[in-house]
């Protein structure tokens, strides 16, 4: 069966978004993050596991039948599977794709994995991590300035 | 806009430069005149856990500027114990201050601090992290002993895992031109890695041992540490270590007649109290040297030149 195949086996949406290419293993966490979208609560979602992809073995997949993604959901899509696609789809055709990159900057979507930081202790207070250089995976928290991985960022992620 | 001082990471070489050539302008000044310098304004020290050598430098500085101080000593002596934030602490002292120094048993502070206030903050050490001053009063006093901060040969001694003043006075020392630096430490209290990887790239060189009269042999400066109790998990790891570096006058006898001793202090056991009579001890001074300093970057971050 080729790969096109098995993405009909999703059921095609006239109006919303694709979130494509997610690493095989991460849509049932990416599930999670729309699940935490309260603006996403009437929305119709579809997820597919484990498709066979030519570009990434095989991939993770989810639909969306919503008018809109709220920004926070595509910042925490870069930290916790970044390099997805998100396609708009619109009169069932894709009207628009974007890659989710990972930006240089995460404001307040993490807590520092650092126990001692005081963002820890001061919730409240909203957190920045840096990245350290451009096509690292490693961020700087610029308050107590521990060096952590994004794998590590994801696993602290706020609400 | 308001400066601060947070992290020596924030800084670029031609900064530190400039506060070392402004510490050894301040130096040069009649006290009378430097007492000119900052009358009516108002340093607060909030010392969130005790640390009585470096609140006393900092106040030290101010009153020898003109100036005054207020604050408190410990986080008992503080709102915190009724159950303040820190960053209400902030809010509320920077109405009553013109500068605050800060220094706080949790990381990142003195940055929240910086961006909370809208008076100019210093960070006198935040949790394991960074504590700029120290840094920049050791550059300092190396300038002062040796003319020159390029090129020294540095023996660092003793807790190299755990010491804020030894990780940031490397990634300064990186800066420079040509600094050897020896690493002199236990096995199990050896400096972390990321700090020898920065070496790539810089002039500086790295070389670990764990003997000590062989690396005074050849250096230019000896800076040691104390093992920090506070810092093991386990006391019986500390036990193991305590004492295993401790310098003393007949140690120094082959050293080269120009060696200097650096300390941060307080010293326990690791400095024998013979060296204190020998012509190698600049500890002393160089506490000394921190009130020069911390004057400098006071004046600095008041946006006051002297003439």
């Known amino acids: 069966m080729t790969p096109q195949n098995q993405i009909l086996l999703i059921p095609k949406i006239e109006r919303g978004f694709v979130i494509d290419h997610i690493v095989a293993g991460l849509g049932i966490p990416v599930m999670a993050l729309i699940g935490r979208r309260p603006e996403l609560g009437d929305a119709v979602v579809t997820l597919g596991l484990n498709y066979k992809s030519t570009r990434m073995g095989r991939k993770d997949m989810i639909k969306l039948q919503a008018d809109a993604l709220p920004e926070r959901l595509l910042q925490m899509l870069a930290l916790v599977s970044p390099g997805v696609t998100i396609k708009r789809i619109a009169n069932f055709e894709v009207v628009e794709k974007v ?12 807590r520092c994995i650092n126990p001692n930081c005081i963002t820890n202790a001061e919730p409240h207070v909203a957190t920045r991590f840096k990245r350290l250089e451009s096509g690292s995976k490693h961020f700087k928290c610029v308050h107590c300035e521990r060096v952590c991985t994004l794998d590590e960022l994801a696993d602290h992620l706020k609400a | 806009m308001k400066k ?24 040069a000044m009649p006290e009378a005149e430097k007492a000119a310098l900052l009358p009516g304004k108002i340093l607060a020290t909030l010392f969130f856990e005790p640390s009585t050598r470096t609140r006393l430098s900092f106040e030290s500085a101010m009153c020898r500027l003109g100036g005054r101080v207020i604050g ?13 934030s820190f960053s209400d602490t902030i809010r509320t002292v920077e109405q009553y201050a013109d500068v605050i120094a800060v220094r706080h048993p949790k990381e990142g502070t003195a940055r929240l601090a910086s961006e909370i206030a809208g008076v100019p903050i210093l960070n006198a050490g935040d949790g394991a992290n960074q504590h700029p001053t120290q840094t920049l009063l050791d550059l300092y006093t190396l300038r002062k002993f040796f003319g020159k901060v390029d090129g020294l040969k540095i023996a660092l001694v003793g807790d190299l895992k755990y010491s804020r003043t030894i990780h940031s006075l490397c990634r300064a020392l990186l800066m420079f031109d040509g600094v050897a630096m020896t690493l002199v430490s236990p096995e199990s209290l050896r400096l ?10 810089t002039t500086a060189t790295f070389r670990e041992s764990d003997d000590l009269p062989g690396a005074i042999r050849g250096c230019d400066v000896v800076y040691m540490t104390r093992i920090q109790k506070e810092r093991f998990p386990d006391v019986v790891d500390y036990e193991k270590v305590k004492d295993c570096y401790r310098l003393d006058a007949q140690m120094l006898a082959a050293a080269s007649p120009h060696l200097k001793v650096l300390h941060p202090l307080p010293r326990v056991n690791e400095i024998s109290p013979d060296v204190d009579a020998t012509p190698h001890a600049g500890y002393f001074e160089q506490a000394r040297n921190g009130v020069i300093m911390r004057q400098a970057l006071i004046l600095d971050l008041l946006g006051v030149r002297p003439q």
């Open chain 2, 192 to 201: 972390p890695g990321y700090l020898t990887k920065a070496a790539a790239g």
């Open chain 1, 99 to 110: 890659v989710i990159q990972v930006p240089e900057l995460f404001d307040n979507l993490a």
């Open chain 2, 72 to 84: 408190f000593s410990e986080a008992a002596n503080s709102s915190t114990a009724k159950g303040e």
């Open chain 2, 4 to 27: 601060d001082l947070i992290s020596i990471d924030d800084l670029a070489l031609e900064q530190i430069l400039d506060y070392l050539d402004l510490a050894t302008q301040v130096e």
